[in-house]
């Protein structure tokens, strides 16, 4: 009786701070500032905003593995306003989807290796990656960014967006969506369409790569969470990936 007390007011505490109300997401961010998250990267296909990444390497991006595109229509942009035409572009070179990815699934996360010059005057700089031991705990203060939705079914932005979020405990998250897998994290609130493939970012570390929400469509429903696939459980394929004994990049 007590426990299921404690629960209910968790919960109500939590509803009252607004942390699981994932429609108020990136719907409701701040612009950017240009000199802040020079790892943030548009996936684009036929030169359309599709998904965001993170840059991890000197052309290493991170995205979903939902995320996936025809490399020979894609390419990836930095520049916090897509609408820029000095942005840096680069095409993509490979690209290797978690061989266990299902769209909009579990394990979604992919790499992409880039190609294409360095344009000096457009300032990128990658972001680390968790190591193994990293722990993040519940209500930990993170952020996420995007070009997504502004709305349910609006469109996508071309500024930059990024909004404070708090990590949930994980128990109260699969409470909240039965059937999660140990490999993700989840936030209060988070993202919308278009803002999948982009960082949680925790202590200037790249912690998570939003993938999915309960409805998908629906950016405004509450009290359920956001789900990041947790980077620290991809750590063995992601190396495996660069030493070049996976996929191949």
Same mark, same amino acid.
């Given at each position: 009786?007590?426990?299921?007390?404690?629960?209910?007011?968790?919960?109500?505490?939590?509803?009252?701070?607004?942390?699981?109300?994932?429609?108020?997401?990136?719907?409701? /961010?701040?612009?950017? =500032?240009?000199?802040?998250?020079?790892?943030?990267?548009?996936?684009?296909?036929?030169?359309?905003?599709?998904?965001?990444?993170?840059?991890?390497?000197?052309?290493?991006?991170?995205?979903?593995?939902?995320?996936?595109?025809?490399?020979?229509?894609?390419?990836?942009?930095?520049?916090?306003?897509?609408? *820029?035409?000095?942005?840096?572009?680069?095409?993509?070179?490979?690209?290797?989807?978690?061989?266990? =990815?299902?769209?909009?699934?579990?394990?979604?996360?992919?790499?992409?290796?880039?190609?294409?010059?360095?344009?000096?005057?457009?300032?990128?700089?990658?972001?680390?990656?968790?190591?193994?031991?990293?722990?993040?705990?519940?209500?930990?203060?993170?952020?996420?960014?995007?070009?997504?939705?502004?709305?349910?079914?609006?469109?996508?932005?071309?500024?930059?967006?990024?909004?404070?979020?708090?990590?949930?405990?994980?128990? *109260?998250?699969?409470?909240?969506?039965?059937?999660?897998?140990?490999?993700?994290?989840?936030?209060?609130?988070?993202?919308?369409? /278009?803002?999948?493939?982009?960082?949680?970012?925790?202590?200037?570390?790249?912690?998570?790569?939003?993938?999915?929400?309960?409805?998908?469509?629906?950016?405004?429903?509450?009290?359920?969470?956001?789900?990041?696939?947790?980077?620290?459980?991809?750590?063995?394929?992601?190396?495996?990936?660069?030493?070049?004994?996976?996929?191949?990049?």
């Amino acid at each position: 009786m007590m426990h299921g007390l404690r629960k209910f007011l968790l919960l109500h505490v939590l509803a009252c701070l607004g942390l699981t109300v994932p429609g108020s997401a990136i719907i409701h /961010g701040e612009k950017a =500032s240009e000199k802040s998250m020079l790892y943030m990267a548009s996936v684009q296909e036929n030169r359309r905003h599709k998904c965001g990444g993170f840059l991890v390497g000197k052309d290493l991006v991170v995205t979903a593995g939902q995320c996936d595109v025809n490399v020979r229509e894609a390419d990836v942009v930095f520049g916090h306003d897509l609408r *820029l035409v000095e942005n840096q572009r680069k095409y993509i070179l490979k690209k290797c989807k978690h061989p266990r =990815s299902k769209e909009k699934e579990w394990n979604d996360i992919m790499l992409l290796k880039l190609g294409g010059e360095d344009r000096p005057n457009i300032k990128v700089k990658p972001i680390l990656i968790p190591t193994p031991d990293l722990n993040i705990t519940e209500n930990e203060k993170c952020h996420v960014a995007g070009w997504g939705f502004t709305e349910t079914s609006g469109k996508s932005v071309d500024d930059l967006r990024v909004l404070d979020v708090s990590v949930i405990n994980p128990k *109260l998250c699969r409470d909240q969506l039965r059937g999660l897998p140990a490999d993700v994290i989840c936030t209060g609130k988070g993202f919308c369409q /278009g803002d999948y493939g982009g960082p949680l970012v925790c202590n200037g570390m790249a912690v998570g790569v939003a993938s999915w929400n309960r409805r998908n469509a629906d950016c405004n429903y509450p009290g359920v969470p956001n789900v990041y696939t947790d980077i620290k459980k991809f750590l063995p394929w992601i190396n495996a990936v660069l030493k070049k004994t996976a996929c191949k990049i």
